[in-house]
């Protein structure tokens, strides 16, 4: 079966620190793509980034960069120079092809910057 | 704002009771997706429809329904409401199956739903 870990159920960075959260994945499938959404306390989900499964790079977007490691199957987030307004629930997903195209979310990791 | 707009922002209902959660997707946009967010919990997919036609189940009660209708709003009907089914019922867009580009869901604000 499907299935996407996040291994950190909260974490903790001093503010301007990098902080990487963690997600692993397990899927036969040769094409998918990897997502990280985030969830403030407001209630909201966030698009932050995507990858592609067959993309060569590493996506960035602006402070966040995805640690695509394929044939460890991970996806890590990295977020630079954390800022107090990072404190938020985050989300990695896929998307994979079961038929339809089907999202499948990890449980989540609650990130705190501290100032 | 992601372009998903979702009726009502909070609803406030007692056990035993049905109701009915709206969604309109992002422009242009064909499939939307239904989740459940249960407090400190991920997110629960229940059901996904692409231009009207029901795509995918989840974790979906038989309590719960849902459609898609022709201008591609969608209607989440909950009936006979239990405690735990209070909970954050996010509506999700994403452009059309098989074009290319990143395909990210686009989430309306969610429906805040608490059973008494």
């Known amino acids: 079966a499907q299935k996407i870990t996040q291994t950190q159920p909260g974490m903790f960075v001093q503010e301007k620190e990098a902080v990487t959260l963690d997600c692993t994945y397990d899927t036969s499938d040769q094409s998918y793509g990897l997502f990280w959404y985030k969830q403030p306390s407001s209630g909201e989900m966030i698009f932050l980034i995507y990858?592609?499964?067959?993309?060569?790079q590493n996506a960035t977007e602006g402070r966040y960069s995805l640690n695509f490691q394929k044939a460890r199957k991970s996806a890590n987030l990295v977020i630079s120079a954390s800022q107090l307004g990072d404190s938020a629930m985050y989300f990695c997903?896929?998307?994979?092809?079961?038929?339809?195209?089907?999202?499948?979310f990890g449980t989540g990791t609650r990130l705190k910057v501290l100032a | 704002d992601s372009g998903v707009t979702q009726t009502p922002k909070h609803l406030i209902t007692a056990t035993g009771q049905r109701v009915t959660l709206r969604c309109s997707p992002r422009?242009?946009?064909?499939?939307v997706y239904w989740y459940q967010q249960s407090l400190d919990q991920g997110l629960q997919f229940l059901i996904q429809?692409?231009?009207?036609?029901?795509?995918a189940k989840g974790n979906i009660l038989e309590r719960f329904s849902a459609q898609q209708f022709p201008d591609l709003h969608s209607e989440l009907n909950l009936s006979s409401l239990e405690l735990g089914d209070s909970a954050l019922y996010f509506c999700?867009?994403?452009?059309?199956?098989?074009?290319?580009?990143?395909?990210?869901?686009?989430f309306g604000p969610g429906t805040r739903l608490t059973v008494l």
């Open positions: 422009s242009g946009d064909l499939s």
């Open positions: 999700a867009s994403s452009p059309n199956l098989g074009t290319s580009g990143t395909r990210e869901q686009f």
């Open positions: 990858q592609g499964s067959y993309d060569e």
């Open positions: 429809y692409y231009n009207g036609e029901e795509r």
């Open positions: 997903a896929y998307l994979v092809r079961e038929g339809t195209y089907k999202y499948i």
